[in-house]
């Protein structure tokens, strides 16, 4: 045991947030759970626990496998993983599953460990990596928007169109942190401005078909048109549509500023998302104000570390890296906090490293272990300039840049 924590490497602040919000989240997960085994009749209390405590442990393995590989390696691996995640995508239209009773097309069960991965979690990542590699390979060349296309704006649409059918919260931050890395990288303004109008002006049309004729529309368009009505006239939305977002806010003022105490939650047995969408409620509701707000100083905390990491990384990659998997995970936990306080609307954002669920868990880890090798001094060189062809996975992962 010695041994390991001897060769864990980068950022310590990192690993100590990490820990330590790991380690808080059994409390909420174990309380919360009750909600699945006395109203949904799924499992005991001590055996979903258990499975969060063995979801943490193999994704604290994920981060130290993850955080030992050299930074520039994940060039090379995202050229692998790219097609294969799109394949993944596509094949998860096809395949629908039920999960804590939403049935949709967003999981894929892995064989014979019988868990279920949301493939869109993995997506991200992987397509975060893929363009901050490219951006590195632009950093000195003047580029048109034409030669953009294949290599950057193809993957992400591809990724986008797989994902937003069914899961149009993910897809839209998706499209919103792409935007974001490319300006910190330096991506021409004149091209993103265009594609920000482009964007602005398809989510125009998008939103016109969904409220005159969400009938051509994929089935869950009639749950995207119900949240947003629900979010921007809340005294017009039918009372089931309000139901959960009403039941989240008596949890946060039954909590008032200390809360009631570890376990004593009465909401998590009547929301039914209380173990995932909706944990932070019940956070306040058992911890108060204070809690709540010790989670978010966390999660600022962890953020203003990844800002660190990545302005002390010494090479552009690791810069756009650190940036481009490491913000996702507090704008993530932003966007859950912000739902259950009704700034947002309902999107299904589980709150990262507390929320109970495999994919979401082992995906942040493997994120954080990016950014941890990105944090390694010891791997964190000057960018060598050898002629390579980046295209080549093989010369990527041979170590040369």
């Known amino acids: 045991m010695l041994t390991v924590f001897k060769n864990l490497k980068g950022d310590k602040a990192i690993w100590g947030v990490v820990a330590l919000l790991a380690l808080f989240s059994f409390l909420p997960v174990y309380s919360a759970s009750t909600n699945l085994v006395y109203v949904n009749d799924d499992g005991t209390t001590l055996g979903h626990l258990v499975k969060h405590a063995v979801l ?168 995207w048109k119900s949240r947003i009505e629900t979010f921007i006239h809340p005294e017009q939305a039918d009372k089931d549509d309000l139901h959960q977002l009403t039941l989240a806010q008596i949890a946060i003022a039954e909590g008032g500023i200390v809360g009631k105490g570890a376990g004593k939650s009465v909401m998590k047995n009547l929301l039914s998302q209380s173990t995932s969408d909706f944990i932070f409620a019940i956070i306040i509701e058992e911890y108060g104000l204070l809690g709540g707000g010790a989670l978010l100083f966390f999660y600022l905390l962890l953020l203003f570390r990844i800002v660190v990491v990545a302005h002390s990384a010494k090479t552009v990659f690791s810069k756009l890296l650190v940036i481009g998997v490491g913000l996702p995970i507090v704008f993530q936990a932003f966007i859950n906090m912000a739902v259950v306080v009704q700034l947002f609307p309902v999107t299904g954002q589980p709150l990262p490293l507390i929320s109970m669920g495999g994919t979401s868990i082992w995906m942040t880890c493997m994120a954080i272990g990016i950014v941890l090798s990105a944090s390694n001094k010891t791997e964190n060189l000057e960018e060598q300039s050898y002629d390579i062809d980046e295209t080549n996975p093989l010369e990527v992962l041979s170590g040369q840049i």
């Not at 993983?81 to 804590?100: C, K, N, S």
């Not at 910190?184 to 109008?197: E, Q, S, T």
Request: net charge positive.
């Open 56 to 223: 943490l442990f193999l994704g604290f393995g994920i981060i130290y496998a993850v955080h030992r590989i050299p930074t520039h390696y994940f060039k090379g691996l995202s050229i692998i993983a790219m097609p294969i995640v799109l394949l993944l995508l596509g094949y998860t239209l096809t395949v629908e599953t039920e999960i804590g009773g939403v049935t949709a097309n967003r999981w894929i069960k892995i064989p014979f460990v019988g868990v279920n991965f949301q493939t869109s979690t993995l997506a991200s990542v992987v397509l975060m990596i893929w363009i901050a590699r490219y951006l590195t390979k632009i950093k000195d060349v003047q580029i048109t928007f034409k030669e953009s296309i294949l290599p950057l704006w193809l993957p992400t649409a591809l990724v986008v169109l797989l994902i937003l059918p069914e899961n149009f919260s993910t897809a839209a931050i998706i499209c919103f942190l792409v935007l974001v890395l490319c300006f910190l990288g330096g991506y021409p303004l004149k091209y993103l401005f265009a594609m920000v109008g482009t964007g602005i002006v398809l989510a125009s049309m998008f939103l016109f078909v969904l409220f005159k004729a969400p009938e051509v529309l994929p089935d869950r368009a009639g749950t």
